[in-house]
């Protein structure tokens, strides 16, 4: 399941899987192509998306206010609407 252009969320019979999309680049700087990389496993759907959460948030580097609160905020709407989607 695509959450967004940078995560999915894959399963295999005893975990649900966080995936993170790495973009690797030309030593000139231009893209080379991209994989998914397994950043977490996890035993449910909910704890997936935490630690997506937690991830994105401390990307941020928490050194400034203003891009910590859209970034929440963010987060919070696409969790909202991952969850009125699988209803």
Same mark, same amino acid.
Request: hydrophobic letters at 35%; aromatic letters at 8%.
């Given at each position: 399941? !695509?959450? /967004?252009?940078?995560?999915? %969320?894959?399963?295999?019979?005893?975990? %649900? %899987?966080?995936?993170?999309?790495? *973009?690797?680049?030309?030593?000139? $700087?231009?893209? &080379? $192509?991209?994989?998914?990389?397994?950043? $977490?496993?996890?035993? /449910?759907?909910? !704890?997936?998306? !935490?630690?997506?959460?937690?991830?994105?948030?401390?990307?941020? $580097?928490?050194?400034?206010?203003?891009?910590?609160?859209? &970034? *929440?905020?963010?987060?919070?709407?696409? %969790?909202?609407?991952?969850?009125?989607?699988?209803?």
């Amino acid at each position: 399941m !695509q959450i /967004n252009d940078d995560y999915r %969320i894959e399963s295999d019979p005893l975990n %649900i %899987i966080l995936l993170r999309r790495v *973009v690797m680049k030309k030593e000139d $700087g231009t893209p &080379k $192509g991209e994989h998914w990389e397994p950043t $977490g496993y996890y035993s /449910n759907f909910e !704890q997936a998306l !935490q630690d997506m959460v937690r991830k994105e948030i401390f990307g941020t $580097g928490l050194n400034n206010f203003k891009k910590v609160c859209p &970034k *929440v905020a963010e987060l919070n709407r696409l %969790i909202k609407e991952l969850r009125m989607n699988i209803r």
